[in-house]
T-cell receptor, first 116, second 112 residues
């Protein structure tokens, strides 16, 4: 079946511009997670959705970052006024449920963001 | 707070040799632990997970890991390395919301 998909796969943007990154989770998965992978910081959690609500936004690095999820499915991560330090690979994952349990998270291929 | 430490950012082994990737965790509650693999320009793939059912966990591609509470460790092993095992490996612990807290990763190089 279809896995988690993300678009675009690569995005190059100028400093100061806004970008939107999209994640399509596996159908039926209620939980959706965004992570960021960068050379200096490794893999970091950004935000987590259960359905359309985001109980944990603790990883968002600044108020320039926001995310939403509609219809319990597609999620969009928006970065406003991009800075060079935002350059990273943004990974999305989905799972059947959430909570500290053994629900496996399935990862998408990521969006590589480069801010010039 | 939960955390994971992977000892060794780079590990190099010869093809056919034992693979040992080290992971130590810190958790105030019984942890759920995971090992993920990432091949170049790809997302993360789950290798195996520990959920308290058994301390020795077998995963895909011949990998296994042993949970040792006394040592707070969850090291990943494979008896015989293949060239195709070359990748980056991440150990992670799951928080109470299910979010994963990752170690810094270990790059495995397999030499012919």
């Amino acid at each position: 079946g279809a896995g988690v998909s993300q678009s675009p796969s690569n995005k190059v943007t100028e400093k100061g511009k806004d970008v939107e990154l999209r994640c399509d989770p596996i159908s039926g998965h209620t939980a959706l997670y965004w992570y960021r992978q960068s050379l200096g910081q490794g893999l970091e959690f950004l935000i987590y959705f259960q359905g359309n609500s985001a109980p944990d936004k603790s990883g968002l690095p600044s108020d320039r970052f926001s995310a939403e999820r509609t219809g319990g499915s597609v999620s969009t991560l928006t970065i406003q006024r991009t800075q060079q330090e935002d350059s990273a690979v943004y990974l999305c994952a989905s799972s059947l449920g959430s909570g500290q349990n053994n629900y496996e998270q399935y990862f998408g291929p990521g969006t590589r963001l480069t801010v010039t | 707070a939960q955390s994971v430490t992977q000892l060794g950012s780079h590990v190099s082994v010869s093809e056919g040799a034992l693979v040992l990737l080290r992971c130590n965790y810190s958790s105030s509650v019984p942890p759920y632990l995971f090992w993920y693999v990432q091949y170049p320009n790809q997302g993360l793939q789950l290798l195996l997970k520990y959920t308290s059912a058994a301390t020795l966990v077998k995963g895909i591609n011949g990998f296994e890991a042993e949970f040792k509470k006394s040592e707070t460790s969850f090291h990943l092993t494979k008896p015989s390395a293949h060239m195709s095992d070359a990748a980056e490996y991440f150990c992670a612990v799951s928080s109470n919301t299910g979010k994963l807290i990752f170690g810094q990763g270990t790059t495995l190089q397999v030499k012919p």
